[in-house]
């Protein structure tokens, strides 16, 4: 199975500031990530497909980037919505793995 | 409007079944691949099974190949899970989910399904 190792697993950021989640994948998986975004007692909202391509609706300030098995999201400018659990997933090989989550605060 | 609605869920005995469904609308529901992800509580997420758009293929996470199946009836646009053998560790939230470009595009609400004696 492919192992996907995400970090850190929490952090705190102010508004305005930019924030970096990293999600690390035992094996090359080629592109293959989605990164989401989970609310407290809500569904996951997919934010990132394909490592960089951003979901229709989902604001520019969040963006995707990597290769290989490092990959990385990214929001610009964080704002207090955008609080909340952060998980990214390999879609290359069956079983489909998330990371452990990131959970992301206002400081 | 995409909408995906699970039911089914609720409290059961340990080696007993339930069967899950979720009702999807909104979108041509034979075009995609669905699937199941569940979360246990305070925890991550975890995928279960994916069926393709027409049927024909089947996936399961190890620990529940041989207890669950995963099946859809595309003239009602509805996804099921029959879940036997249950056990304390499936106890969660469980998700439907469509599937486009290797990503969960949609979700459902959740289901929590409690497996307690």
């Known amino acids: 199975d492919i192992q996907m190792t995400q970090s850190p697993a929490s952090l705190s950021a102010s508004l305005g500031e930019t924030v970096t989640i990293q999600c690390q994948a035992s094996e090359d998986i080629y592109s293959g990530l989605a990164w989401y975004q989970q609310k407290p007692g809500k569904s996951p909202q997919l934010l990132i497909y394909?490592?960089?391509s951003l979901q229709d609706g989902v604001p520019s300030r969040f963006s995707g980037s990597g290769s290989g098995t490092q990959y990385s999201l990214k929001i610009s400018s964080m704002q207090t919505e955008d609080e909340g659990v952060y998980f990214c997933q390999q879609g290359l090989k069956y079983p489909l793995t998330f990371g452990s989550g990131t959970k992301l605060e206002i400081k | 409007e995409v909408q995906l609605v699970e039911s089914g869920g609720g409290l059961v005995q340990p080696g007993r079944s339930m069967k899950l469904s979720c009702a999807a609308s909104g979108f041509t529901f034979n075009n995609y691949d669905m699937a199941w992800v569940c979360q246990a509580p305070k925890k991550g997420l975890e995928w279960v099974a994916t069926i393709s758009y027409d049927g024909s293929s089947t996936y399961y996470r190890d620990s529940v190949k041989g207890r669950f199946t995963i099946s859809r009836d595309n003239a009602k646009s509805t996804l099921y899970l029959q879940m036997d053998s249950l056990r304390s560790e499936d106890t969660a939230t469980y998700y439907c989910?469509?599937?486009?470009?290797?990503?969960?595009?949609?979700w459902g609400q959740g289901v929590m399904v409690t497996v307690s004696s």
């Open positions: 989910a469509r599937f486009a470009l290797i990503a969960a595009n949609y």
């Open positions: 394909g490592a960089s």
